[in-house]
């Protein structure tokens, strides 16, 4: 039996009167790609949140590797093993690409301010920070500033800097957002490599192609419920999920 790895059990995330997150459950298994899709507001990136540490949830309950984690504070959830990347990319845009994913691997390099020091140049820092940017492409624009990269360089940086951490899930918020056709190609590639590698997925994207292809099972949520789970298949014929999200030609917009 697959171990699971993410456990969600009602986990509620509200804000005054608005409930972003209404009793949400579900479970990612260790080497699976679980997407979570919705329409603009459903909760999807709040339900990022509160696994991320970023927030507390209202109620329930979050486990991680079998540790209950709903509350802890995104460094510790980091130094569990869980990564991220976000939808607004903002890398250190006056470093090079190969600094901003070094300053990536802070948590096992920079554990106060002396050994700090000492651990910035190493080359054993370097060369592992090198050889994430050659699993994403990026090598050959090691030296050149961050800031200068276009948006798909830019989107490959981002998860190389969430790499860096060495996690056991990675949190994908939208990593394909504005990417052109050849450059999704790409980002697809990357994201199946990262799974061959033993890295668990959970990821929110609004490209139906995209998230039906790479998913291996869905969740769908809205307006902070869980509306539907199961395979892509099973989620492209089901009629609450066409009527609230996929639109009355669903069918043909997901195929």
Same mark, same amino acid.
């Given at each position: ?94 470093? *090079?690409? %190969?600094?901003?994913?070094? #300053? @990536? =691997?802070?948590?096992?390099?920079? &554990?106060?301010?002396?050994? !700090?020091?000492? /651990? ?56 394909? *957002?504005? %990417?052109?056709?050849?450059? #999704? @190609? =790409?980002?697809?590639?990357?994201? &199946?490599?990262?799974?061959? !590698?033993?890295? /668990? ?55």
């Amino acid at each position: 039996m697959t171990e699971i790895l993410l456990s969600l059990r009602e986990v509620s995330m509200h804000f005054g009167g608005l409930k972003a997150l209404d009793k949400v459950s579900f479970d990612l298994c260790d080497g699976e790609i679980l997407g979570l899709i919705g329409p603009n507001g459903a909760g999807k990136t709040t339900c990022f949140n509160t696994v991320s540490g970023v927030y507390r949830p209202t109620s329930g309950e979050i486990r991680f590797g079998g540790i209950r984690t709903d509350g802890l504070p995104p460094h510790r959830m980091a130094a569990l093993g869980i990564g991220r990347t976000f939808q607004i990319v903002r890398p250190f845009p006056n470093l *090079s690409v %190969l600094d901003n994913v070094i #300053v @990536a =691997m802070g948590l096992p390099c920079y &554990r106060g301010i002396i050994p !700090s020091c000492g /651990s910035w140049k190493r080359q054993k820092t370097r060369d592992g920070a090198m050889e994430l940017l050659s699993k994403v492409g990026l090598d050959l624009q090691a030296p050149q500033k961050a800031g200068l990269l276009p948006l798909g360089n830019l989107r490959r940086l981002e998860l190389a800097r969430a790499l860096a951490l060495n996690p056991r899930l990675l949190l994908l918020d939208e990593s394909f *957002s504005g %990417l052109r056709h050849e450059e #999704v @190609a =790409m980002q697809e590639e990357l994201v &199946r490599k990262t799974r061959e !590698s033993g890295i /668990s997925i959970l990821l929110i994207e609004h490209n139906m192609r995209v998230a039906m292809g790479l998913s291996d099972r869905l969740v769908v949520l809205d307006h902070g419920l869980k509306l539907a789970e199961g395979s892509p298949d099973e989620i492209r014929k089901n009629p609450e999920v066409i009527q609230a999200y996929l639109g009355k030609e669903g069918h043909s917009n997901v195929a």
